[in-house]
């Protein structure tokens, strides 16, 4: 089965472009079985995707299906979260798991671990070996760098929005740790979706089945490719882009620092549940 593991909406992201039913109505003409939504701390676009699954049932019609013999497009449940010391993490709940706190940025990477495993979900970092503040081996704490890897359980071996040397070293560190090696667009406008992929070596039809194929199976659940975006921000403005890089770090200290009192009483109510 084939996906886009990387796929931001216009719903879900402030950077989003495409509306999620075009990004899902794209990707099905382009041969795909399913995308992974992963906005930035937010599941929006996912809301938004299941209005209109369930406007289409109450119809009793397939999502962008008239005829009988084509199969339904699948849609999973993801987010990018942004931790504050360890860049972008893909993470991937059960669908009856609901944690309003993978919607508040700024958890450090060893919390967000610890949550996202007890409650049943996998991780791995996204573009991990990318933009500074953004990934993982290029954070401002570099004890986090790779001291943690062995604790995810993918990471994204393939983004159509880095270079070749960012995703070969990514394919290096999956491979010297065993890890499954995800493909993504990493799309944010409609000309770049689809240009990432990975097809799994397994049935999937709700994130269970993801999530069991990838501890079930580690690196045979999948393989990951795809073209290079040639239109990144990145590329358009240049030496800019370190400004932006920068900025962004400054962004993403303000933002988990008014985050701080909910992220606090979400952890309480999340320690009283366990308790």
Same mark, same amino acid.
């Given at each position: 089965?084939?996906?886009?593991?990387? &796929?931001?909406?216009k719903?879900?992201s402030?950077?989003g472009?495409?509306?999620i039913?075009?990004f899902?109505?794209?990707l099905?003409?382009?041969g795909?079985?399913g995308?992974?939504?992963?906005?930035?701390?937010s599941?929006?676009? !996912?809301?938004?995707?299941?209005?209109i699954?369930?406007a289409?049932r109450?119809?009793?019609t397939?999502?962008?299906q008239?005829?009988?013999?084509?199969?339904?497009?699948?849609?999973l449940?993801?987010?990018? !979260?942004?931790?504050?010391?360890?860049g972008?993490?893909?993470?991937?709940?059960?669908?009856?798991v609901?944690?309003?706190i993978l919607?508040?940025?700024?958890?450090?990477?060893?919390?967000?671990?610890?949550?996202? %495993?007890? %409650?049943?979900?996998?991780l791995g970092? *996204?573009?991990? /070996?990318?933009?500074?503040?953004?990934?993982?081996?290029?954070?401002?704490k570099?004890r986090? /760098?790779?001291?943690v890897?062995?604790?995810?359980?993918?990471?994204?071996?393939?983004n159509? &929005?880095?270079?070749?040397?960012s995703? *070969?070293?990514?394919m290096?560190?999956?491979?010297? =740790?065993?890890?499954?090696?995800?493909?993504?667009?990493d799309a944010h406008?409609p000309? &770049?979706v689809?240009?990432?992929?990975?097809?799994f070596?397994?049935?999937i039809t $709700?994130e269970?089945?993801?999530?069991?194929?990838?501890k079930e199976?580690?690196q045979?659940? $999948?393989? /990951?490719?795809?073209?290079? =975006?040639?239109h990144?921000t990145?590329?358009?403005?240049?030496?800019?882009?370190?400004?932006?890089?920068e900025?962004?770090?400054? !962004?993403n200290?303000?933002?988990?620092?008014l985050?701080?009192?909910k992220?606090?009483?979400?952890?309480?109510?999340?320690?009283?549940r366990?308790?």
């Amino acid at each position: 089965m084939k996906f886009d593991m990387h &796929c931001h909406t216009k719903e879900g992201s402030l950077d989003g472009k495409v509306p999620i039913a075009e990004f899902a109505a794209r990707l099905q003409e382009m041969g795909f079985d399913g995308m992974l939504v992963s906005d930035h701390d937010s599941y929006n676009g !996912y809301r938004a995707w299941k209005k209109i699954r369930d406007a289409f049932r109450e119809k009793d019609t397939p999502w962008e299906q008239e005829d009988a013999g084509e199969k339904d497009f699948l849609v999973l449940k993801g987010v990018e !979260y942004d931790t504050i010391d360890a860049g972008h993490i893909l993470v991937i709940m059960p669908e009856g798991v609901k944690l309003k706190i993978l919607e508040l940025r700024g958890l450090p990477v060893l919390f967000l671990i610890e949550i996202v %495993h007890r %409650h049943g979900g996998i991780l791995g970092p *996204a573009h991990p /070996c990318g933009e500074k503040y953004l990934s993982i081996t290029n954070t401002r704490k570099h004890r986090n /760098c790779l001291a943690v890897m062995d604790r995810f359980d993918f990471l994204e071996g393939f983004n159509a &929005c880095e270079s070749h040397e960012s995703n *070969a070293r990514a394919m290096e560190i999956a491979e010297e =740790y065993g890890k499954p090696a995800f493909g993504g667009s990493d799309a944010h406008r409609p000309d &770049c979706v689809g240009l990432g992929f990975t097809e799994f070596q397994g049935e999937i039809t $709700c994130e269970s089945d993801l999530i069991r194929l990838v501890k079930e199976k580690g690196q045979e659940s $999948c393989v /990951c490719g795809g073209e290079y =975006y040639t239109h990144t921000t990145k590329s358009r403005i240049g030496r800019a882009n370190s400004i932006l890089v920068e900025s962004f770090w400054f !962004y993403n200290r303000v933002g988990s620092m008014l985050r701080h009192r909910k992220r606090k009483r979400e952890l309480g109510k999340m320690y009283i549940r366990i308790k």
